[in-house]
């Protein structure tokens, strides 16, 4: 009788390494390591330091469930059912956006801005990520979030449960679901994509990001052209507006803002790669 093959911790991401970079997977020894660390529980560094030792058939059949979901190019957040944005880990589902750490650059701009903010409006939340992050670093303020999807409100729900905040969510497109009220600051990161590019960009967006999150029409500004005009409405006297944009939008996101006459001149902001991320603006004190 053959001896059963024994699968060594070394062993398994040795092998791994090569499956997932054959099926063109980036970083395929360190997405490895992530997975294997699901499936047994450990962290990498108790990886390190129990590289020979054999996994069990548990271990093995998660691992080899997960392994086959990523070589489908099922994003590695999918799988492990989160990511880490702005230092916090969010739940994440095919319901929402994956957070990107580029949208951090919100984040640094509101916290530059208005870091005094008591009443914070996040249109379209998804994850809520962003709605989260603000609440934890601005405590005292009243931070209400949008979306359109029920879906995603109840993962961002239960994103604010597990990071121990409370954030007022509502269900609703755009300001619907706040008229009345006023902000001191509205951010947002609103699809941009354009509809013609959606089939051009990489699998594991194009595939499994939720399409609402990712079109933005056919030249990736029709929310711009609402949410923009509309906002001042919502706004304090002094308060900020933060969009994020895609890549080359920055000029015709400013030009938007500037043919309202209801903001200061915009401000343009890159990401830490240099790409023109975010653009905001100040409502003027008299409209």
């Not at 309202?260 to 409209?287: L, M, N, W």
Request: aromatic share 8%.
């Amino acid at each position: 009788m053959a001896e059963k093959e024994i699968w060594t911790t070394l062993k398994v991401l040795t092998w791994t390494k090569e499956y997932l970079l054959s099926k063109g997977v980036d970083n395929a020894r360190l997405e490895a390591e992530w997975l294997l660390c699901a499936a047994t529980g450990l962290d990498r560094v108790g990886l390190y330091m129990q590289y020979d030792k054999p996994l069990n058939e548990k271990e093995l059949y998660d691992y080899r469930a997960m392994v086959s979901r990523r070589a489908r190019r099922e994003p590695l957040q999918h799988i492990l059912g989160s990511q880490e944005f702005y230092g916090l880990d969010f739940d994440v589902c095919p319901d929402v956006l994956i957070p990107r750490h580029d949208t951090e650059v919100l984040i640094t701009q509101v916290l530059a801005h208005c870091p005094a903010a008591k009443l914070v409006l996040d249109v379209g939340t998804g994850s809520g990520c962003i709605a989260i992050t603000l609440k934890k670093h601005l405590p005292d303020a009243h931070v209400t979030a949008i979306d359109i999807s029920s879906a995603a409100l109840l993962i961002a729900g239960q994103n604010a449960k597990k990071l121990g905040v409370e954030i007022d969510l509502r269900e609703g497109s755009l300001f619907a679901p706040v008229v009345g009220c006023q902000f001191d600051v509205i951010v947002s990161n609103p699809p941009y994509i354009p509809s013609a590019h959606i089939s051009e960009l990489d699998q594991e967006v194009r595939d499994f990001d939720p399409l609402i999150a990712l079109d933005g029409g056919t030249d990736g500004l029709d929310i711009y052209r609402t949410l923009i005009p509309s906002a001042w409405q919502y706004l304090n006297t002094g308060g900020w507006l933060f969009v994020e944009i895609g890549i080359g939008q920055e000029h015709d996101v400013q030009q938007l803002f500037q043919q309202t006459e209801r903001y200061d001149k915009p401000i343009i902001i890159p990401d830490p790669a240099g790409i023109k991320r975010v653009v905001g603006a100040q409502r003027k004190s008299e409209v």
